[in-house]
């Protein structure tokens, strides 16, 4: 079926940096563009980028702009985010989450979510 | 501050009928489709409305959406106490370039 897992959140210091990844089975990968989402402890749903189906087109939203950067491997069905200069803000929650073939600002496959604490 | 504003909390009985409603803006939802998720406790948001009004395969007609203007509005009729969740709205941006969310609406069947 349908599956998306993220892996590599953790704790990290302010300032420092991250890998997320996201393996992607059950579709092909390579056809869809991909988002990533976060959630704040207890709090709502906030995009964070998007990556078109063959990389050639990516958007960030202004708060991770010049620190984030989303990337993907078709070959590897792995989407990517790389968190550089993490604020205590960036806690979260972060999914990984399919754009459907109807259009890009949507998100019909979620995945569970990785936990990123910045904390010193 | 979210783009789009919900209200925080809504209840009905179980077998009920509720509304949620999502206000934009013409820059959001006044030129584009609204979408909205629901996120169980401890869970990931599922697409349960796209395009304002369509539902993915698999989601229970008494789940609806609608559009006017700049708002729209989730309805869900015959609650269960097995909708109790939280519900968002989400849209494309054209000023900001991006998807932005509403703060969640948080159903409780009573």
């Known amino acids: 079926q349908v599956q998306l897992v993220e892996s590599g959140g953790g704790v990290v210091q302010p300032g420092g940096s991250l890998r997320l990844s996201c393996a992607a089975s059950?579709?092909?990968?390579?056809?869809?563009?991909m988002h990533w989402v976060r959630q704040a402890p207890g709090k709502g749903l906030e995009w964070v980028a998007f990556?078109?189906?063959?990389?050639?087109?990516?958007l960030y939203a202004d708060s991770v702009k010049g620190r984030f950067t989303i990337s993907r491997d078709n070959s590897k069905n792995t989407l990517f985010l790389q968190m550089n200069s993490l604020r205590t803000e960036d806690t979260s929650v972060y999914y990984c989450?399919?754009?459907?073939?109807?259009?890009?600002?949507?998100?019909?496959?979620w995945g569970q979510g990785t936990m990123v604490i910045v904390s010193s | 501050q979210s783009v789009l504003t919900q209200p925080p909390s809504v209840s009905a009985a179980p077998g009920q009928k509720v509304t949620i409603s999502c206000s934009g803006s013409?820059?959001?939802?006044?030129?584009?489709?609204v979408s909205w998720y629901q996120q169980l406790p401890g869970t990931a948001p599922k697409l349960l409305i796209y395009?304002?009004?369509k539902r993915p395969s698999g989601i229970p007609d008494r789940f609806s959406g609608s559009k006017s203007g700049t708002s729209g509005t989730l309805g869900i009729t015959g609650l269960q106490t097995g909708d109790e969740a939280d519900y968002y709205c989400?849209?494309?941006?054209?000023?900001?370039?991006?998807?932005?969310f509403g703060g969640g609406t948080k159903l409780t069947v009573l």
């Open positions: 989450a399919k754009v459907p073939h109807w259009g890009m600002s949507d998100f019909d496959v």
């Open positions: 059950g579709f092909t990968f390579s056809s869809f563009g």
């Open positions: 990556i078109r189906y063959d990389g050639s087109y990516i």
């Open positions: 013409n820059s959001n939802i006044g030129n584009n489709y």
């Open positions: 395009d304002n009004n």
């Open positions: 989400g849209t494309w941006d054209s000023s900001l370039s991006g998807v932005v």
